[in-house]
């Protein structure tokens, strides 16, 4: 089982950057896919960001595309999630999610395709 822990969020003004830390566990080098998720108050979940098994290839929401940067060190089996110019609708739980796989270019958007999450950090953008 793999445990995720995230980190970094906090209260940041609009205009602002955060980088947001899952450590895992466990090596997740060989065997994880790994993404970002958020959840405003009242909404659904939703994919923020992904990246394949060894880094090489990134999804994004369109959302945040060009102010979020996703990546990962597998050395150091942590994921982070740099978050630039940063907006009040960015305000939600970020967490961080693991997808097992054996495709080293794979990344996936879908939440049934993640087995294992972190508890979610806090972000808050004030106006």
């Known amino acids: 089982q793999v445990q995720l822990v995230e980190s970094g969020g906090g209260l940041v003004q609009a205009g602002g950057s955060l980088r947001l830390s899952c450590a895992t566990s466990r090596r997740t080098t060989s065997s994880y896919a790994m993404g970002w998720f958020r959840q405003a108050p009242g909404k659904e979940r939703d994919i923020v960001a992904a990246?394949?098994?060894?880094?090489?290839?990134?999804y994004y929401a369109d959302s945040v595309e060009g102010r979020f940067s996703i990546s990962r060190d597998n050395a150091n089996n942590t994921v982070y999630l740099q978050m630039n110019s940063l907006k009040p609708e960015d305000t939600a739980v970020y967490y961080c999610a693991a997808a097992r796989t054996t495709y080293s270019g794979s990344y996936y958007y879908r939440q049934g395709d993640y087995l294992y999450w972190g508890q979610g950090t806090q972000v808050t953008v004030s106006s």
């Open positions: 990246i394949s098994l060894t880094g090489g290839n990134t």
